[in-house]
């Protein structure tokens, strides 16, 4: 059975800072793309960073853009998201989650992994 548990989420001021992680417990990742999802209260879950198991390629929601970093260790099996310049309306809970495939990485039915979430808070 294979688990991914978020951690890092919490409270911060706004422009400042978070580093999620997703650790991934059952089997090895390392041939799975890892992505971020986040769903704000009375919105859709929607992605926000996705990177592949190579690493050689990312993907961004445009209003994360220059704000957030995706990024993956192999060999630990977690993978991270540096959200910088924290923003109000980047409050949401924040999901990771594991595909296999890189061709529709926007689409939430294509990961069959997912972790029950982390609460990020952006107080203004």
């Known amino acids: 059975q294979v688990q991914l548990v978020e951690s890092g989420g919490g409270l911060v001021q706004a422009g400042g800072s978070l580093r999620l992680s997703c650790a991934a417990s059952?089997?090895?990742?390392?041939?799975?793309?890892m992505a971020w999802f986040r769903q704000a209260p009375g919105k859709e879950r929607v992605i926000v960073a996705a990177i592949k198991w190579t690493k050689t390629e990312t993907y961004y929601a445009d209003s994360v853009k220059g704000r957030f970093t995706i990024s993956r260790d192999n060999a630990k099996n977690t993978a991270y998201l540096q959200m910088d310049s924290l923003k109000p309306e980047d409050t949401a809970v924040y999901y990771c989650a594991a595909s296999a495939r890189w061709d529709y990485v926007p689409r939430q039915d294509t990961y069959v992994y997912w972790g029950q979430g982390t609460q990020v808070t952006v107080s203004s």
């Open positions: 059952g089997r090895t990742l390392s041939s799975y793309a």
